[in-house]
């Protein structure tokens, strides 16, 4: 194998603030491996989830220092290199996970649902994020989600820095928007809510009345994640019995391990492919959290194309998918991703079925710069 990596930027259209902060831009960067005349693509980036942090620059210093590792090596079988892959960062980890699926999946000419024998025919409509802010610009962005796309799943950030009054009070502007379109279009239209961790268990619980008034469908992640197993997990063993909507991991939860830690004390789980490694560990999850009863929901950071339509090749097993990223990009670099109405669904081109769009110049890639040699293993 041949391993190249560019960098990129990927730009919001709106930025986006959550219990931890804003962003409004990323630096992701694609990973190339060329074995017998096929590439394969990957992608990853740095993210926070405010007790584990990795940073992008840090993930590229980690994928220079492997390459030249790779160089001889064959990308299959895919089992032969989980000890060397074992060794990355998550983030690092998915980037080379995603790029070897992508060749598997190129070499035998078919997507990788087909190949997991997965139904695209089982797809529902993915959840389109607001973040917070005053409710005047909440709405703005509600309304703007509503031209670009039916958006039948909304999930509204709360955890406000400004405290829980300020979340009622954006909750109830929500809600009451989220009824009007109801009655509008004849047809369901749901809240989710996302606190990202910004609430400690006493304004959990406060909460959990108004969002039930408000007709919330599932709550996320209402508690801080903790570096302590046990502690963390008890923080939802505590609020679950009286929670009255399903009770959602997903700081807290990275890989099957966390899943099976809280299984007992949640009813379901936030998989992120920056945050399980890649597919295989994300594939494993989802496939444990379906036997054990929980609900999947496959979600997205500041993510391109390439990422989520590598995490749209397991949408056949998620119940609430909640990858949007993507379409509040103004220099997304790749395409490929089909949505039909609001149901992101998994590319039937060969591997993650993602292609790059063409720059303005000749040979060149939207957005990219060679982060080292190119043409030259890393």
Same mark, same amino acid.
């Given at each position: 194998?041949?391993?190249?990596?560019?960098?990129?930027?990927? =730009?919001?259209? +709106?930025?986006?603030?959550?219990?931890?902060?804003?962003?409004?831009a990323?630096?992701?960067?694609?990973?190339?491996?060329?074995h017998?005349?096929?590439?394969?693509?990957?992608?990853?980036g740095?993210?926070?989830?405010?007790?584990?942090?990795?940073?992008?620059?840090?993930i590229?210093?980690?994928?220079?220092a492997?390459?030249?590792?790779?160089?001889?090596?064959? #990308?299959e079988?895919?089992?032969?290199?989980?000890?060397?892959?074992?060794?990355?960062?998550?983030?690092?980890r998915?980037?080379?996970?995603l790029?070897?699926h992508d @060749?598997?999946?190129?070499?035998?000419?078919?997507?990788?649902?087909?190949?997991?024998s997965?139904?695209?025919g089982? $797809? +529902?409509? =993915?959840?389109?994020?607001?973040?917070?802010?005053?409710?005047?610009? +909440?709405?703005?962005?509600?309304?703007?989600? @509503?031209?670009?796309?039916?958006? =039948?799943r909304?999930?509204?950030?709360?955890?406000?820095? *400004?405290?829980?009054?300020?979340?009622?009070?954006l909750?109830?502007?929500?809600?009451?928007?989220?009824?009007v379109?109801?009655?509008?279009?004849?047809?369901?239209?749901?809240?989710?809510?996302?606190?990202?961790?910004? @609430?400690?268990?006493?304004?959990?619980?406060?909460?959990?009345?108004p969002?039930?008034?408000?007709?919330?469908?599932?709550l996320?992640?209402?508690? !801080?994640?903790? %570096?302590?197993?046990?502690?963390?997990?008890?923080?939802?063993?505590?609020?679950?019995? *009286?929670?009255?909507?399903?009770?959602?991991?997903?700081?807290? $939860?990275?890989?099957? *391990?966390?899943?099976?830690?809280? %299984?007992?004390?949640?009813?379901?789980?936030?998989?992120?492919?920056?945050?399980?490694?890649?597919?295989?560990?994300?594939?494993?999850?989802?496939?444990?959290?379906?036997?054990?009863?929980?609900?999947?929901?496959?979600?997205?950071?500041?993510?391109?194309?390439?990422?989520?339509?590598?995490?749209?090749?397991?949408?056949p097993?998620?119940?609430? !998918?909640?990858?949007?990223?993507?379409?509040?990009?103004v220099?997304?670099?790749?395409?490929?991703? %089909?949505?039909?109405?609001?149901?992101?669904? !998994?590319a039937?081109? !060969?591997?993650?079925?993602?292609t790059?769009?063409?720059? #303005?110049?000749?040979?060149?890639?939207?957005?990219?710069?060679?982060?080292?040699?190119?043409?030259?293993?890393?």
């Amino acid at each position: 194998m041949r391993c190249r990596l560019h960098r990129f930027a990927l =730009t919001k259209a +709106v930025p986006l603030a959550i219990s931890r902060g804003t962003t409004s831009a990323a630096e992701h960067l694609l990973v190339e491996l060329e074995h017998d005349g096929i590439t394969g693509l990957g992608e990853t980036g740095g993210f926070d989830t405010g007790h584990r942090r990795h940073d992008t620059a840090a993930i590229a210093r980690e994928l220079e220092a492997i390459a030249p590792r790779l160089v001889g090596l064959p #990308p299959e079988p895919l089992q032969r290199l989980e000890p060397l892959l074992g060794e990355l960062s998550p983030p690092a980890r998915c980037g080379l996970d995603l790029a070897l699926h992508d @060749w598997w999946g190129k070499r035998l000419g078919l997507p990788l649902h087909r190949l997991w024998s997965l139904d695209p025919g089982a $797809c +529902v409509a =993915t959840s389109v994020t607001l973040g917070l802010g005053e409710p005047a610009a +909440v709405l703005a962005r509600l309304e703007r989600w @509503w031209q670009q796309l039916p958006a =039948t799943r909304i999930k509204l950030k709360l955890g406000s820095p *400004h405290g829980i009054d300020h979340d009622r009070r954006l909750l109830e502007v929500v809600a009451g928007a989220i009824e009007v379109r109801r009655q509008a279009i004849g047809g369901p239209c749901e809240l989710q809510v996302d606190a990202n961790g910004g @609430w400690d268990l006493p304004a959990a619980r406060a909460m959990l009345e108004p969002l039930q008034r408000a007709g919330v469908v599932l709550l996320e992640q209402p508690l !801080p994640p903790l %570096a302590d197993p046990e502690r963390d997990a008890a923080g939802f063993a505590v609020l679950r019995p *009286h929670c009255p909507m399903p009770l959602v991991a997903d700081e807290s $939860c990275w890989d099957l *391990h966390d899943l099976l830690r809280l %299984a007992p004390h949640v009813d379901g789980v936030n998989i992120k492919l920056l945050k399980s490694g890649g597919l295989a560990e994300a594939l494993l999850m989802a496939r444990t959290a379906r036997r054990l009863g929980l609900g999947v929901m496959l979600g997205c950071y500041s993510d391109g194309s390439l990422l989520n339509g590598a995490a749209a090749q397991l949408l056949p097993l998620v119940r609430w !998918p909640d990858l949007d990223s993507h379409l509040n990009l103004v220099d997304d670099p790749f395409g490929g991703l %089909a949505l039909h109405g609001d149901i992101v669904v !998994p590319a039937s081109a !060969p591997g993650l079925g993602i292609t790059r769009r063409a720059g #303005p110049a000749a040979g060149q890639e939207a957005g990219m710069a060679v982060w080292e040699r190119q043409g030259e293993p890393c």
